[in-house]
């Protein structure tokens, strides 16, 4: 009886939901799915900071650049001297009872703790190179100069300022181009980058006829490149 009862329900059940699929199964435009395939495969990409550096190199045809980027770093040396003036102080300040000896020898310590923070960071320079969007944007920060017959600067009128600037008022500095960028300027770079986290996969030595992506190239996808190029400064001349 049970087992009656239950091929009853499954072939209720069958005429039900088989229409149903039936129906689902309406032939989807092309147009629709691939608009839709492009919208899923669109990266989606968080900012990477920004960068400032002196011009090595331009590759109008790669559309990469290479920059002389000044990267600050702390003197070791010059933080222990401050550590230990700065111990110093609270020594004379808990030790010393004549007021005009504590208060000359803290001054002194407070200058020398002054002088070394001057010298707290050197600098070091790195080259680095960074990919360029294909839809990059170029602005100058200071429209280029003007100048009249006799070979004197003239100033722009606020309309000539305008149209430098270009359509969108609210874009950095002027309007420039790719092909603007030149050695030794400065300038710097907006990067954004694709969103995640890069996952890097050890090669499975049982399976010789599966060619992992290398390290490298799974960084490079997820490498900071510049969206927008803003010239801070002309090269020397």
């Not at 608009?35 to 900012?47: G, I, L, T």
């Not at 400065?186 to 399976?207: A, E, N, Q």
């Given at each position: 009886?049970?087992?009656?009862?239950?091929?009853?329900?499954?072939a209720a059940?069958?005429?039900?939901?088989?229409?149903?699929?039936?129906?689902?199964?309406?032939?989807?435009?092309?147009?629709?799915?691939?608009?839709?395939?492009?919208?899923?495969?669109?990266?989606?990409?968080?900012?990477?900071?920004?960068?400032?550096?002196?011009?090595?190199?331009?590759?109008?045809?790669?559309?990469?650049?290479?920059?002389?980027?000044?990267?600050p770093e702390?003197?070791?040396?010059?933080?222990?001297?401050?550590?230990?003036?700065?111990?110093?102080?609270?020594?004379?300040?808990?030790?010393?009872?004549?007021?005009?000896?504590?208060?000359?020898?803290?001054?002194?310590?407070?200058?020398?703790?002054?002088?070394?923070?001057?010298k707290l960071?050197?600098?070091?320079?790195?080259?680095?190179?960074?990919?360029?969007?294909?839809?990059?944007?170029?602005?100058?920060?200071?429209?280029?100069?003007?100048?009249?017959?006799?070979?004197?600067?003239?100033?722009?009128?606020?309309?000539?300022?305008?149209?430098?600037?270009?359509?969108?008022?609210?874009?950095?500095?002027?309007?420039?181009?790719?092909?603007?960028?030149?050695?030794?300027?400065?300038?710097?770079?907006?990067?954004?980058?694709?969103?995640?986290?890069?996952?890097?996969?050890?090669?499975?030595?049982?399976?010789?006829?599966?060619?992992?992506?290398?390290?490298?190239?799974?960084?490079?996808?997820?490498?900071?490149?510049?969206?927008?190029?803003?010239?801070?400064?002309?090269?020397?001349?």
């Amino acid at each position: 009886m049970r087992k009656m009862l239950r091929a009853v329900v499954l072939a209720a059940f069958g005429f039900v939901v088989l229409p149903a699929f039936a129906e689902d199964e309406k032939p989807v435009e092309k147009k629709d799915v691939d608009k839709k395939d492009v919208d899923k495969k669109a990266p989606e990409e968080v900012s990477a900071g920004s960068i400032t550096g002196k011009v090595l190199h331009v590759d109008e045809t790669k559309k990469t650049l290479r920059l002389q980027v000044g990267i600050p770093e702390i003197n070791q040396n010059e933080l222990n001297a401050i550590n230990n003036d700065t111990l110093e102080i609270q020594r004379v300040a808990a030790t010393e009872r004549n007021p005009n000896t504590r208060a000359n020898r803290i001054a002194q310590l407070q200058q020398s703790i002054a002088n070394h923070k001057a010298k707290l960071y050197k600098t070091t320079y790195k080259d680095m190179d960074f990919t360029v969007a294909d839809d990059v944007k170029v602005r100058m920060a200071n429209p280029p100069a003007k100048f009249d017959e006799k070979g004197k600067i003239v100033k722009y009128t606020q309309e000539e300022l305008k149209e430098l600037k270009g359509p969108d008022p609210k874009a950095p500095g002027y309007k420039a181009e790719f092909s603007d960028l030149r050695q030794k300027q400065v300038v710097s770079l907006v990067l954004m980058r694709k969103k995640g986290t890069p996952m890097i996969k050890k090669p499975d030595p049982g399976k010789k006829d599966v060619d992992p992506a290398s390290a490298t190239d799974v960084l490079a996808e997820f490498a900071p490149h510049a969206t927008t190029i803003i010239i801070v400064a002309e090269a020397p001349m």
